[in-house]
T-cell receptor, first 112, second 115 residues
Framework: KQEVTQIPAALSVPEGENLVLNCSFT??????LQWFRQDPGKGLTSLLL?????REQTSGRLNASLDKSSGRSTLYIAASQPGDSATYLC???????????FGTGTRLQVFP | SAVISQKPSRDICQRGTSLTIQCQVD?????MFWYRQQPGQSLTLIAT?????????ESGFVIDKFPISRPNLTFSTLTVSNMSPEDSSIYLC????????????FGPGTRLTVL
Protein backbone atom coordinates (compact mmCIF):
# COMPACT_ATOMS: atom_id res chain seq x y z
CA LYS A 1 0.00 0.00 0.00
CA GLN A 2 1.43 3.36 -1.04
CA GLU A 3 1.99 5.88 1.72
CA VAL A 4 3.21 9.41 1.08
CA THR A 5 4.65 11.72 3.70
CA GLN A 6 5.94 15.26 3.52
CA ILE A 7 8.51 17.04 5.63
CA PRO A 8 8.41 19.62 7.06
CA ALA A 9 4.74 20.06 7.89
CA ALA A 10 5.19 23.82 8.04
CA LEU A 11 7.90 26.22 6.96
CA SER A 12 8.31 29.96 7.42
CA VAL A 13 11.06 31.78 5.53
CA PRO A 14 11.98 35.34 4.60
CA GLU A 15 11.48 36.51 1.06
CA GLY A 16 14.31 35.68 -1.34
CA GLU A 17 15.37 32.40 0.24
CA ASN A 18 15.80 29.22 -1.78
CA LEU A 19 13.97 26.33 -0.17
CA VAL A 20 13.41 22.60 -0.51
CA LEU A 21 10.23 20.67 0.26
CA ASN A 22 10.50 16.93 0.75
CA CYS A 23 8.17 14.10 -0.23
CA SER A 24 8.68 10.41 0.59
CA PHE A 25 6.77 7.43 -0.75
CA THR A 26 6.87 3.77 0.26
CA UNK A 27 6.10 2.02 -3.04
CA UNK A 28 8.88 2.74 -5.53
CA UNK A 29 6.84 1.27 -8.41
CA UNK A 30 5.32 4.63 -9.20
CA UNK A 31 3.94 5.69 -12.55
CA UNK A 32 4.28 9.40 -11.88
CA LEU A 33 4.47 11.96 -9.13
CA GLN A 34 2.72 15.31 -9.09
CA TRP A 35 3.28 18.44 -7.05
CA PHE A 36 0.33 20.71 -6.33
CA ARG A 37 -0.24 24.05 -4.69
CA GLN A 38 -3.32 24.77 -2.59
CA ASP A 39 -4.30 28.19 -1.34
CA PRO A 40 -6.42 28.33 1.84
CA GLY A 41 -9.94 27.00 1.25
CA LYS A 42 -9.30 26.54 -2.46
CA GLY A 43 -8.75 23.77 -4.97
CA LEU A 44 -5.43 22.37 -6.17
CA THR A 45 -3.22 23.82 -8.87
CA SER A 46 -0.93 21.37 -10.65
CA LEU A 47 2.66 22.62 -10.57
CA LEU A 48 4.79 19.83 -11.96
CA LEU A 49 4.43 16.21 -13.00
CA UNK A 50 7.38 13.83 -13.15
CA UNK A 51 7.09 10.59 -15.06
CA UNK A 52 8.77 7.49 -13.65
CA UNK A 53 11.36 7.62 -16.43
CA UNK A 54 12.33 11.21 -15.60
CA ARG A 55 14.59 12.53 -12.87
CA GLU A 56 13.42 16.13 -12.77
CA GLN A 57 11.08 18.74 -14.18
CA THR A 58 11.39 22.52 -14.17
CA SER A 59 8.87 25.31 -14.47
CA GLY A 60 10.06 28.84 -13.84
CA ARG A 61 11.42 29.07 -10.30
CA LEU A 62 10.27 25.56 -9.48
CA ASN A 63 12.28 22.39 -9.91
CA ALA A 64 11.07 18.94 -8.90
CA SER A 65 13.28 15.88 -8.71
CA LEU A 66 12.47 12.20 -8.41
CA ASP A 67 14.59 9.38 -6.97
CA LYS A 68 12.58 6.17 -7.12
CA SER A 69 15.29 4.02 -5.55
CA SER A 70 15.23 6.06 -2.36
CA GLY A 71 11.49 6.77 -2.51
CA ARG A 72 11.92 10.54 -2.52
CA SER A 73 10.95 13.63 -4.43
CA THR A 74 11.94 17.20 -3.71
CA LEU A 75 10.42 20.50 -4.79
CA TYR A 76 12.96 23.30 -5.00
CA ILE A 77 11.66 26.88 -4.98
CA ALA A 78 14.18 29.51 -5.96
CA ALA A 79 14.08 33.11 -4.74
CA SER A 80 10.89 32.66 -2.75
CA GLN A 81 8.22 35.40 -2.79
CA PRO A 82 5.28 36.18 -0.47
CA GLY A 83 2.99 35.02 -3.28
CA ASP A 84 4.46 31.52 -2.91
CA SER A 85 2.75 31.22 0.48
CA ALA A 86 0.42 28.22 0.25
CA THR A 87 0.24 24.52 1.08
CA TYR A 88 2.26 22.29 -1.23
CA LEU A 89 1.08 18.72 -1.76
CA CYS A 90 2.82 15.85 -3.49
CA UNK A 91 0.91 12.87 -4.83
CA UNK A 92 2.19 9.57 -6.19
CA UNK A 93 0.46 7.30 -8.64
CA UNK A 94 1.51 3.65 -8.35
CA UNK A 95 1.36 1.03 -11.05
CA UNK A 96 -0.38 -1.24 -8.54
CA UNK A 97 -3.34 1.00 -7.72
CA UNK A 98 -3.39 3.57 -10.55
CA UNK A 99 -4.67 6.14 -8.07
CA UNK A 100 -3.13 9.36 -6.81
CA UNK A 101 -2.13 9.01 -3.16
CA PHE A 102 -1.59 12.35 -1.47
CA GLY A 103 0.95 13.40 1.10
CA THR A 104 0.12 15.37 4.19
CA GLY A 105 1.33 18.67 2.74
CA THR A 106 3.82 21.38 3.67
CA ARG A 107 2.35 24.73 4.68
CA LEU A 108 4.73 27.44 3.45
CA GLN A 109 4.76 31.04 4.58
CA VAL A 110 7.10 33.52 2.91
CA PHE A 111 7.26 36.84 4.75
CA PRO A 112 8.49 40.15 3.30
CA SER B 1 -5.03 20.96 -19.30
CA ALA B 2 -8.69 20.77 -18.26
CA VAL B 3 -10.80 23.57 -16.83
CA ILE B 4 -13.15 22.39 -14.11
CA SER B 5 -15.94 24.28 -12.38
CA GLN B 6 -17.91 23.27 -9.32
CA LYS B 7 -21.20 24.44 -7.84
CA PRO B 8 -21.80 25.52 -5.18
CA SER B 9 -18.47 26.98 -4.10
CA ARG B 10 -19.55 26.79 -0.48
CA ASP B 11 -22.62 26.00 1.57
CA ILE B 12 -23.77 25.79 5.15
CA CYS B 13 -26.26 23.00 5.77
CA GLN B 14 -28.29 21.60 8.61
CA ARG B 15 -27.73 18.16 10.06
CA GLY B 16 -29.80 15.47 8.36
CA THR B 17 -30.15 17.23 5.02
CA SER B 18 -28.47 16.41 1.70
CA LEU B 19 -26.40 18.51 -0.69
CA THR B 20 -25.63 17.83 -4.34
CA ILE B 21 -22.38 19.17 -5.75
CA GLN B 22 -21.99 19.66 -9.47
CA CYS B 23 -18.80 19.32 -11.48
CA GLN B 24 -18.46 20.54 -15.07
CA VAL B 25 -15.41 20.00 -17.29
CA ASP B 26 -14.60 21.93 -20.46
CA UNK B 27 -13.69 18.77 -22.41
CA UNK B 28 -14.80 15.16 -22.61
CA UNK B 29 -13.05 12.91 -20.10
CA UNK B 30 -13.33 9.22 -19.38
CA UNK B 31 -12.92 9.26 -15.64
CA MET B 32 -13.88 11.81 -13.03
CA PHE B 33 -12.78 11.60 -9.43
CA TRP B 34 -14.31 12.89 -6.22
CA TYR B 35 -12.11 13.69 -3.23
CA ARG B 36 -12.76 14.84 0.30
CA GLN B 37 -10.43 17.04 2.31
CA GLN B 38 -11.33 17.24 5.98
CA PRO B 39 -10.13 20.26 7.97
CA GLY B 40 -6.36 20.25 8.30
CA GLN B 41 -6.06 16.98 6.42
CA SER B 42 -4.86 15.87 3.02
CA LEU B 43 -7.06 14.59 0.21
CA THR B 44 -8.86 11.26 0.31
CA LEU B 45 -10.39 9.67 -2.78
CA ILE B 46 -14.11 8.99 -2.38
CA ALA B 47 -14.91 7.38 -5.72
CA THR B 48 -14.14 7.21 -9.41
CA UNK B 49 -17.00 7.94 -11.81
CA UNK B 50 -17.06 6.52 -15.33
CA UNK B 51 -19.72 7.55 -17.80
CA UNK B 52 -22.28 4.81 -18.33
CA UNK B 53 -21.36 2.67 -15.36
CA UNK B 54 -21.66 2.64 -11.59
CA UNK B 55 -19.09 4.63 -9.67
CA UNK B 56 -16.31 2.73 -7.92
CA UNK B 57 -16.07 3.62 -4.24
CA GLU B 58 -12.99 3.50 -2.05
CA SER B 59 -12.85 1.70 1.23
CA GLY B 60 -14.84 3.57 3.85
CA PHE B 61 -17.20 5.26 1.40
CA VAL B 62 -20.58 3.87 0.36
CA ILE B 63 -23.08 4.69 -2.35
CA ASP B 64 -25.93 5.33 0.07
CA LYS B 65 -23.99 8.12 1.73
CA PHE B 66 -22.29 9.53 -1.39
CA PRO B 67 -24.39 8.77 -4.48
CA ILE B 68 -22.73 9.86 -7.71
CA SER B 69 -24.16 10.49 -11.14
CA ARG B 70 -22.23 10.65 -14.41
CA PRO B 71 -24.76 11.36 -17.16
CA ASN B 72 -22.21 12.36 -19.82
CA LEU B 73 -18.50 12.84 -20.47
CA THR B 74 -18.32 16.41 -19.16
CA PHE B 75 -20.50 16.38 -16.03
CA SER B 76 -20.86 14.62 -12.70
CA THR B 77 -22.62 15.16 -9.40
CA LEU B 78 -21.79 14.03 -5.88
CA THR B 79 -24.49 14.03 -3.22
CA VAL B 80 -23.63 14.09 0.45
CA SER B 81 -26.63 12.47 2.13
CA ASN B 82 -28.02 12.69 5.65
CA MET B 83 -25.24 15.05 6.63
CA SER B 84 -23.62 15.30 10.04
CA PRO B 85 -20.98 17.77 11.29
CA GLU B 86 -18.32 15.15 10.48
CA ASP B 87 -19.11 15.70 6.79
CA SER B 88 -17.81 19.26 7.00
CA SER B 89 -15.01 19.25 4.43
CA ILE B 90 -13.89 20.54 1.10
CA TYR B 91 -15.14 18.31 -1.71
CA LEU B 92 -13.09 18.35 -4.89
CA CYS B 93 -13.76 17.10 -8.38
CA UNK B 94 -10.80 15.98 -10.49
CA UNK B 95 -10.08 14.67 -13.98
CA UNK B 96 -7.14 13.37 -15.93
CA UNK B 97 -6.13 15.84 -18.60
CA UNK B 98 -5.49 13.40 -21.39
CA UNK B 99 -2.21 12.82 -23.13
CA UNK B 100 0.28 10.18 -22.19
CA UNK B 101 1.08 11.29 -18.67
CA UNK B 102 -2.21 11.08 -16.75
CA UNK B 103 -1.71 14.52 -15.25
CA UNK B 104 -4.59 15.18 -12.90
CA UNK B 105 -6.42 18.50 -12.58
CA PHE B 106 -8.73 19.72 -9.86
CA GLY B 107 -11.74 21.93 -9.59
CA PRO B 108 -11.92 24.85 -7.14
CA GLY B 109 -13.69 22.73 -4.53
CA THR B 110 -16.93 23.01 -2.58
CA ARG B 111 -16.54 24.06 1.04
CA LEU B 112 -19.27 22.39 3.08
CA THR B 113 -20.10 23.23 6.68
CA VAL B 114 -22.69 21.13 8.49
CA LEU B 115 -24.24 22.57 11.64
Amino acid sequence: KQEVTQIPAALSVPEGENLVLNCSFTDSAIYNLQWFRQDPGKGLTSLLLIQSSQREQTSGRLNASLDKSSGRSTLYIAASQPGDSATYLCAARSYNTDKLIFGTGTRLQVFP
Amino acid sequence: SAVISQKPSRDICQRGTSLTIQCQVDSQVTMMFWYRQQPGQSLTLIATANQGSEATYESGFVIDKFPISRPNLTFSTLTVSNMSPEDSSIYLCSVEGGGAYNEQFFGPGTRLTVL
